[in-house]
């Protein structure tokens, strides 16, 4: 499809006028492809003229064989996602866009050819295509949460030990993820998600027409199930797996925890007549207003006396009975069907998490790959984690962040290699990373403070190095009472006091007990 004349004056005009080089990220999902335009420096409040966004409907899942996984290099939505990419590219090249990105996602990871259908795409577009695997995908999205909310002014009431949760349905997969809401000196949340294939929109999308009413294979030329009979089998799937065999559901349905549930994918977003990100996002769904909406499509199309091969009929083109009562372009139609299949699975996670309502996410996973990307972690600290060789582990509170920096500046000139936490990425399991890099270190150092007995992060890393034999280095930022348990493992250790030691005084105190092997050469 051509690249409309309005969509290059819009995404032109934003370029141009953006006071600094902008960037741009495709996102290349199993149902549409997504383009972001936005400044390479993050903003620190976005509204509508922040970014520019346009996309095109390609249905790549739709095309690849459920048999063998194979993607025809000829299959129509592969030629129309080449050229919605490649007319863009060579357009913001034109524009001066400074770097562009290509992100492909559950599509690319099941095909049995990917290997040739990256290397079409690659030499059609001149542009590498990064495949975001499963795990990362959907915590790019939900580790972005508390950025997105920050920009954007408002967390809804989200307090530290709160759960925020994600309800992601894409083309390939439902994506659930949650995370507890930390506190300001605390680590970058712990994440966890489920993954449920069989409620992603092309998997519903071949039940709806693939399958009759009571279950079996048909052909979608010979189905004459009722509408209302496939949204009702499908919503019984959603049911058995989201409200009997989800077991990790327990960890979500504690009484005692506020939850705040987010939500992304075409058929919830779908339910609002404005989707520009800004307008979208924050928008209240309740159980009554997904259920009215799943009702008047049902209503819609319910009407047609065999709705489901008729409905495939109008998609594919062919003559018969009823078809030209259809009157909306294909298009259309296919955000129809979204709903059709896609709003039952989200009434169900309502149920299954003891939920009345939602809100959306107007800024999904090409956001978070934006900010893992481009946003500067830390900016106050001028080095940069570093484990090139042995490494010091710096346990530490957010809330000393100036006091640490300043002593990591320090080490840093007398040429100790340190880790700290900004060496987590956007996306990863916090917990696991930090036990990684904490077991892996030649010492720890303990910046102890009345902020850090109150981090239970921070604690259970001197915890954890102490059970495992590390060398373990206090450096006191200010006096603090310690846990009881951690007061009597640690009691033997002499402190260094930062309020008592200039800085040659630091220097060689602290170079007298660090490891020679963490001094670079």
């Not at 790019?140 to 307090?159: F, K």
């Not at 139609?333 to 996410?361: C, F, M, S, W």
Request: net charge neutral; hydrophobic share 40%.
């Amino acid at each position: 499809m051509a690249f409309p004349d309005e969509d290059r004056a819009r995404i032109g005009t934003f370029v141009q006028q953006t006071p600094m080089p902008c960037v741009a990220i495709f996102d290349v999902g199993t149902r549409s492809v997504r383009l972001l335009v936005a400044p390479i420096t993050v903003p620190s409040w976005w509204d509508h003229q922040t970014f520019k966004s346009d996309s095109e409907q390609t249905h790549l899942g739709l095309d690849i064989d459920p048999s063998d996984n194979l993607l025809a290099l000829d299959a129509p939505s592969l030629r129309a996602t080449i050229e919605f990419i490649r007319d863009r590219v060579e357009f913001l090249r034109a524009e001066g866009v400074r770097e562009i990105s290509v992100i492909g996602t559950a599509w690319l990871r099941w095909l049995a050819n990917q290997t040739e259908v990256i290397a079409l795409i690659e030499s059609e577009t001149g542009q590498r295509i990064e495949i975001i695997e499963q795990e990362r995908e959907a915590e790019l999205t939900i580790a972005a949460l508390p950025e997105v909310l920050r920009c954007t002014g408002n967390n809804y009431g989200l307090n530290p030990g709160d759960l925020a949760l994600l309800f992601d349905q894409g083309g390939g997969s439902l994506e659930v993820s949650w995370m507890e809401w930390g506190q300001a000196d605390e680590r970058r949340p712990v994440i966890r998600s489920e993954r449920f294939p069989r409620l992603g929109t092309v998997e519903l999308t071949r039940q709806f027409f693939h399958r009759s009413s009571n279950g079996w294979p048909v052909n979608p030329v010979g189905n004459s199930s009722k509408v209302h009979a496939q949204v009702m089998r499908m919503q019984k799937q959603a049911h058995e797996q989201l409200a009997i065999d989800w077991r990790e559901r327990a960890a979500i349905l504690r009484p005692t925890r506020k939850r705040v549930a987010f939500a992304v994918g075409t058929a919830i977003t779908n339910t609002f007549d404005q989707r520009t990100p800004h307008v979208i996002h924050g928008q209240l769904a309740s159980r009554a207003h997904i259920q009215s909406h799943l009702d008047a499509v049902q209503q819609e199309y319910g009407a047609l006396k065999n709705p489901v091969l008729t409905v495939h009929k109008r998609l594919h083109g062919l003559k018969g009975r009823g078809v030209a009562s259809i009157t909306k372009e294909p298009k259309a139609i296919q955000i129809d069907l979204a709903k059709l299949y896609g709003l039952p699975v989200y009434l169900e996670l309502l149920t299954a998490l003891g939920l009345d309502e939602l809100r959306i996410l107007g800024y999904p996973l090409r956001f978070g790959y934006y900010l893992w990307k481009y946003l500067a972690d830390d900016a106050q600290s001028p080095i940069r984690p570093d484990t090139s060789g042995p490494y010091v582990f710096v346990s530490y509170a957010h809330t000393d962040s100036e006091a640490v920096f300043s002593q990591l500046s320090v080490l840093h000139s007398m040429g100790v290699r340190v880790w700290w936490d900004e060496g987590i990425g956007w996306g990863a399991r916090a917990d696991d990373e930090i036990a990684v890099a904490l077991e892996k270190s030649a010492a720890v150092l303990w910046c102890s403070s009345p902020g850090w007995t109150k981090s239970r992060y921070a604690v259970e890393e001197v915890t954890h190095a102490w059970r495992i034999r590390k060398r373990i280095l206090q450096l006191e930022l200010a006096p603090a009472k310690l846990p009881p348990g951690l007061r009597m493992l640690l009691r033997s250790r002499q402190a260094l006091s930062v309020q008592d030691l200039r800085e040659d005084k630091f220097r060689r105190a602290i170079a007298s007990k660090i490891p020679r092997r963490c001094f670079r050469q």
